[in-house]
Structures are given as C-alpha cells and as structure tokens.
C-alpha cells in the first residue's frame, strides 16, 4: 500500500477545477487524444484488452459466489426479520411489502460506506484530498491492495445480485429500467477497473454513490414508520424530513459536484498526464459520463420530490406507481386473514375519486 502514496506525498496537489475547467480541459485533451490515436478501432481494443485485463478464475468464481451468497442472506433475512417486523410494526400493506427492501438497502449501504470511509480517511490513501493520486505509480497487472480487493468484491458481487434483485425481489418503479442500466454500467466499471487496475479511482467512485443510498432509504423506512398502526408520529415525520432535505443536498454535493470535478477530471485530465497511454480510456470515461447523464437524470425525480414537498407538506417516493395497490402486499407478507381487512386497503388509496387518503385524510393528487 505504501508503494502507491509514497511518491505521491512530495508531489504538491493540485487544486479541485470548477465547472468550467472540467468542460474545456476535458474536452480539448479528450479531442486530442483521439486525433492521436490513429490505430484506435477493434483491434487495438482488442490487444490492449489482452495485454492489460488482470483476473483470474477464482475471482471470477468468487463474484458469482458472494453474488449469489447476497441472494439468499436476503431473502433470510426478509423472511426471518424484516417481515415480522413489519408486522410488529403494523404498518399499512403497501408500506409493510416495501420495508424489507429499503431496510436490505440500509444495512448494505451503511456497512459499504463506512469501508470506504475507512479506507479514504484512515489509512494511508490520498485519493480523495488528491484525486490525481489515483494514477501515481499505475503499471498493467500491479498487485491490488487486499483492503481495496475486499471492497471490490463486497461491491461487485452486490450489484451483480442488485441487476437479479431489481427485476425480480424489489418494487418496480418508473425509473426501475434506468435502475437497471444503473447497475450494469456500475458492475462494468467494477469489473474492468479491477481487471485493467483503476482501483484506486472505483473507491472514489463507490465512496461519492453510496452516501445517498443511505439517506434515501432511511427517509423511505420513516416514511413507512410515521403512519404505522393507522397512527401518526411526530418524530418519524421529523426523522423523514431531516433526511429528505440531507439527501437532495448530498445528491448534489457528491454526485453533480465532487464526483464530476473530482473523478471525471482526474480521469479524463490527468490519467494522461501520468500514464500517456493509458488503456480503455475512452472506454471508461464514456462509462463514467453515462453514470454522470443517469446522477442528472434521478436530479430531476428530487426536484420534482421537493416541489412535491412543498405544495403537499408530504414526504413520499416521487417514482412510485400512483395506481399501485395492495394486491403485491398480500401475496408477499404472510399477513392473518384478520389483518387483510378493508381498512387497510381503503386507509391508503381512494383510486376511483382520483384521491389520496392518508391516516383517514383526504387530499388532492397534486403530482
């Protein structure tokens, strides 16, 4: 680990660049860069990806293995704890089937933050204070520190069971296929910045994303929890709305500000200036703005959540199904016969006037 900051610490480090020195140093060294390379097509990609991909086949076994470990800790997990307490909870069906998801996405995102946190501030590596760090000392098939490989295989083998989970365990939503997209653009990067050794910029990257998974879904389960038992409590509403405001203002901080001008710059800009010919560097920028294009595109779905605060007084999920019943509810939880009343499906949803009904009020569908 100390081979790869060692050279980095006499080197003076360069200022964060703003919007504007994104756009046009980045434009003109990528429009350079590809004027220069005048072999650049499918052959050249193709023996550079020889020359350059590192991974073995026990680590390729070990990513379906985790992947599918993730799977089944899961669905224990749902089965043995975060359905009875949803029920314990008594919160209403529709809440009660979306809990375990959101509780699932909680304690993943909490524990994988952390790590990261650890392992850009507590230890010996610079890259987030010095993103340009991350390609000091870069050489094809260098040896991956075992702390950054731990945290490549929790993460990749999670998003490889997140593209499963998606269409198959969570609750479909409008941006449900941009979510999928999401993570196979994700594992891809995952993959091929440890095959070809851009680790140390994937832990920037999963530490700038991860922050927001936390606070989305901790505003999602005190959503659910302020109405539990046809009730309303004052300290879940709170709870909701503090992580309802850190959660938009987070977005932007890590995802529309720190993660362009940090890792796009230092992978667009200064990768060439410490390996000249660096590999599959169109490849992994194009796959870093996509990422970029999608932060912008859920941007919008917070805009329209805060608009949505504002006019209603309400915390909910913007990119839920409007239509969406309870008939998922009573085929996922294993509720009593007693429990699946009327009240219940009346206490949530008066589709058939256009209107919403909350805690026994009812109001105007505003979005």
Same mark, same amino acid.
């Given at each position: 680990?100390?081979?790869?900051?060692?050279?980095?610490?006499?080197?003076?480090? %360069?200022?964060? *660049?703003?919007?504007?020195?994104?756009?046009?140093? @980045?434009?003109?060294? &990528?429009?350079? !860069?590809?004027?220069? =390379?005048?072999? =650049?097509? $499918?052959?050249?990609?193709?023996?550079?990806?020889?020359?350059? @991909?590192?991974?073995?086949?026990? %680590?390729?076994?070990?990513?379906?293995? =985790?992947?599918?470990?993730?799977?089944?800790?899961?669905?224990?997990?749902? %089965?043995?704890?975060?359905?009875?307490?949803?029920?314990?909870?008594?919160?209403?069906?529709?809440?009660?089937?979306? /809990? *375990?998801?959101?509780?699932?996405?909680?304690?993943?995102?909490?524990?994988?933050?952390?790590?990261?946190?650890?392992?850009?501030?507590?230890?010996?590596?610079? +890259?987030?204070?010095?993103?340009?760090? #991350? +390609?000091?000392?870069?050489?094809?098939? &260098?040896?991956?520190?075992?702390?950054?490989?731990?945290?490549?295989?929790?993460?990749?083998?999670?998003?490889?069971?997140?593209?499963? !989970?998606?269409?198959? /365990?969570?609750?479909?939503?409008?941006?449900?296929?941009?979510?999928?997209?999401?993570?196979?653009?994700?594992? !891809?990067?995952?993959?091929?910045?440890?095959?070809?050794?851009?680790?140390?910029?994937?832990? $920037?990257?999963?530490?700038?994303?991860?922050?927001?998974?936390?606070?989305?879904?901790?505003?999602?389960?005190?959503?659910?929890?302020?109405?539990?038992?046809?009730?309303?409590?004052?300290?879940?509403?709170?709870?909701?709305?503090?992580?309802?405001?850190?959660?938009?203002?987070?977005?932007?901080?890590?995802?529309?500000?720190?993660?362009?001008?940090?890792?796009?710059?230092?992978? =667009?800009?200064?990768?060439?200036?410490?390996?000249?010919?660096? *590999?599959?560097?169109?490849?992994?920028?194009?796959?870093?703005?996509?990422?970029?294009? &999608?932060?912008?595109?859920?941007?919008?779905?917070?805009?329209?959540? #805060?608009?949505?605060?504002?006019? &209603?007084?309400? #915390?909910?999920?913007?990119?839920?199904? %409007?239509?969406?019943?309870?008939?998922?509810? @009573?085929?996922?939880?294993?509720?009593?016969?007693? !429990?699946?009343?009327?009240?219940?499906?009346?206490?949530?949803?008066?589709?058939?006037?256009?209107?919403?009904?909350?805690?026994?009020?009812?109001?105007?569908?505003?979005?």
């Amino acid at each position: 680990m100390s081979s790869q900051t060692g050279d980095a610490g006499s080197l003076e480090v %360069e200022p964060m *660049p703003g919007y504007l020195d994104l756009i046009t140093r @980045a434009s003109s060294v &990528m429009l350079r !860069a590809w004027r220069d =390379c005048s072999t =650049c097509g $499918l052959e050249l990609s193709k023996r550079t990806l020889l020359d350059n @991909a590192y991974i073995t086949w026990t %680590e390729i076994a070990l990513f379906f293995f =985790c992947a599918f470990l993730w799977t089944q800790v899961r669905r224990g997990l749902t %089965e043995s704890l975060f359905k009875p307490l949803a029920q314990w909870c008594r919160l209403l069906p529709k809440d009660a089937a979306k /809990m *375990p998801e959101s509780t699932w996405k909680l304690v993943f995102y909490t524990m994988s933050w952390s790590y990261s946190t650890y392992l850009l501030f507590f230890t010996s590596y610079s +890259f987030f204070h010095d993103p340009p760090s #991350v +390609f000091y000392n870069w050489k094809s098939g &260098m040896p991956v520190p075992t702390d950054i490989a731990i945290a490549y295989l929790i993460q990749g083998s999670f998003y490889g069971h997140s593209i499963y !989970a998606t269409v198959y /365990m969570d609750a479909w939503r409008k941006d449900s296929a941009v979510m999928v997209v999401h993570h196979i653009i994700t594992l !891809a990067l995952i993959c091929f910045s440890y095959a070809f050794r851009y680790h140390n910029v994937g832990i $920037l990257v999963l530490f700038l994303h991860d922050i927001n998974d936390i606070q989305l879904e901790f505003t999602k389960l005190n959503v659910y929890l302020k109405s539990r038992g046809g009730g309303y409590y004052l300290l879940n509403d709170i709870l909701s709305n503090m992580g309802s405001v850190s959660f938009s203002i987070t977005w932007f901080w890590f995802r529309l500000y720190w993660f362009p001008l940090k890792v796009l710059y230092a992978t =667009c800009v200064s990768s060439l200036q410490s390996v000249p010919n660096i *590999p599959f560097y169109f490849f992994f920028n194009a796959l870093l703005l996509a990422l970029l294009l &999608m932060n912008i595109y859920w941007f919008l779905f917070i805009v329209i959540f #805060v608009v949505k605060v504002l006019k &209603m007084k309400e #915390v909910n999920d913007v990119r839920e199904y %409007e239509d969406e019943d309870g008939n998922k509810t @009573a085929a996922g939880l294993h509720r009593n016969p007693q !429990a699946a009343n009327n009240e219940d499906d009346a206490g949530h949803h008066n589709s058939a006037q256009g209107k919403h009904v909350q805690n026994g009020v009812t109001k105007e569908k505003h979005l």
